[in-house]
């Protein structure tokens, strides 16, 4: 099962919504991490062993392609548009339903 950290531009209520459903998912707002670098996040994202899921689609691909050059690993990225709170809920379920930690680790996803 994925285990899954939501970056501080989703809204919290989709953790929620997600855990109810059966997920792993925390959110920057539950845990305070705002206002953290999109690099203190990644790393946040990778000492709990989650993959991070954020609308900040250039800035976390450009991360990954940083880890690649660096040869290290993070635990899977999901990129996504900005979207109605309720299909951004309705993507990641479809998501998460459909992959395992395996099939993401060290990968970037579009949801």
């Known amino acids: 099962m994925i285990k899954l950290y939501l970056d501080e531009d989703v809204h ?3 953790a929620v919504a997600l855990r109810v459903l059966g ?3 925390v959110s920057a707002h539950e845990l305070k991490n705002w206002g953290l670098s999109d690099e203190e996040q990644i790393e946040f994202a990778i000492s709990e062993q989650r993959a991070i899921f954020t609308f900040n689609v250039g ?8 880890y690649l050059k ?6 899977g990225i999901l990129l996504s548009k900005q ?3 309720w299909e951004t809920q309705k993507r990641l379920t ?3 339903y459909r992959n395992k930690a395996d099939d993401v680790r060290g990968g970037v996803f579009w949801t």
């Open 70 to 75: 660096r040869g290290e690993e993070h635990f």
């Open 59 to 66: 800035d976390f691909d450009r991360l990954h392609r940083e």
């Open 94 to 96: 479809a998501f998460l």
């Open 23 to 25: 997920y792993d998912v």
């Open 12 to 14: 919290k209520k989709i």
């Open 83 to 85: 979207l109605p709170a």
